[in-house]
């Protein structure tokens, strides 16, 4: 900036300070000495205060953001299928897709039928099992006993897949017809529209979630134990286990959100927090944020409220917008260092 102060002008006992840095250092000194601080390659200044406001809400946001991080991964726990299943808007059809198996269907082998009873088939599961077997053998190397013995252990499970699918036929047989008739309310508009007719498709709801989480928490006991045993022959090999697969999964879906979204959170937050690269991470926040709201529209009125996302979705863009992290963080770091570099002038020959 025209008329700052050349702090750490050439002197042989400063010759170990990086320049950028020297260049840095003089910068801050100027502009506090100014009683302003000067945005980078801006003609507005902005005060003192403002500035000071600015890095709190930084380090708001970005500690609200770590926290909701850490949370997921020290207690794991699925979140995003719930939320997408009842998407509403004009982007519904495509966030209700990113929700892997929200009403257990595919799990609890459901199959329609054209007729008001659906059917029961749980072959795609049994071939799942079969597969994972297969690759179990070929992953620890088994010889013919354990693979018998893995064998053997596939039709155990197996055999109590289908006394849960005979014991728990009619549950079953009820649960399919409540989603199906859940449904057909949800696509009657004027149905919808009606209080009193709404408020029996929530209670619907309600028993249907009951109803899910029970008979699931049966069939998911099953998929972790054969896992489990499975895995078991192969201790010895010194190899690590194997992950079951899951069915009708896709690349992107919310089994994969549930693992990356954590992560993403976390980066963000410590990006936040140290001022460091505020504006490509803010990018990628504000897109996130942008995109929950987006699955519950605003004008839609049966959305689910966002308004703690839309809140945090404007403070975000205002950070990456201002810069946020030129103020009191590691992005004012490295703007000196590379004002510093870019002003170096070539040597001559």
Request: glycine share 8%; aromatic share 10%; charged share 25%.
């Amino acid at each position: 900036m025209l008329g700052e102060p050349a702090f750490g002008a050439h002197n042989d006992q400063r010759d170990f300070v990086p320049r950028g840095v020297r260049h840095w250092l003089g910068s801050v000194t100027y502009r506090l000495r100014t009683g302003g601080i000067a945005l980078q390659r801006a003609t507005r200044q902005i005060g003192f205060l403002a500035g000071t406001t600015l890095v709190l809400l930084r380090l708001v946001v970005g500690f609200h953001f770590l926290n909701e991080g850490l949370d997921k991964l020290l207690e794991p726990r699925p979140f995003s299928a719930a939320f997408f299943s009842r998407a509403v808007g004009p982007a519904a059809e495509f966030f209700r897709g990113l929700a892997w198996d929200p009403d257990g269907l595919v799990r609890l082998g459901y199959e329609p039928s054209g007729s008001a009873f659906p059917n029961i088939n749980m072959d795609a599961t049994k071939k799942v099992w079969e597969d994972f077997r297969a690759r179990v053998v070929a992953h620890f190397q088994l010889d013919d006993k354990q693979a018998e013995q893995s064998q053997k252990i596939v039709q155990k499970y197996q055999q109590l897949l289908d006394d849960f699918a005979r014991s728990r036929r009619e549950e079953l047989i009820e649960y399919f017809q409540g989603v199906e008739r859940r449904n057909r309310y949800w696509a009657d508009r004027q149905r919808m529209d009606v209080a009193s007719l709404r408020g029996q498709v929530d209670t619907l709801v309600a028993e249907l979630d009951k109803q899910r989480r029970e008979l699931l928490a049966e069939v998911e006991a099953l998929w972790s134990g054969l896992e489990r045993e499975l895995n078991a022959l192969g201790e010895q090999s010194g190899r690590g286990p194997v992950a079951i697969p899951r069915l009708a999964r896709r690349w992107l879906d919310s089994e994969t959100l549930d693992k990356v979204v954590p992560w993403f959170d976390v980066a963000v937050g410590i990006s936040l927090i140290t001022g460091l690269l505020v504006r490509p991470m803010g990018l990628l926040a504000s897109l996130f944020l942008a995109s929950i709201v987006a699955s519950q529209w605003p004008l839609d009125p049966y959305a689910a409220s966002t308004w703690p996302q839309a809140i945090e979705l404007a403070a975000v863009v205002h950070l990456t917008a201002m810069g946020a992290g030129r103020w009191a963080g590691a992005d004012a770091i490295l703007a000196g260092c590379c004002a510093g570099c870019c002003r170096r002038k070539p040597q001559g020959r």
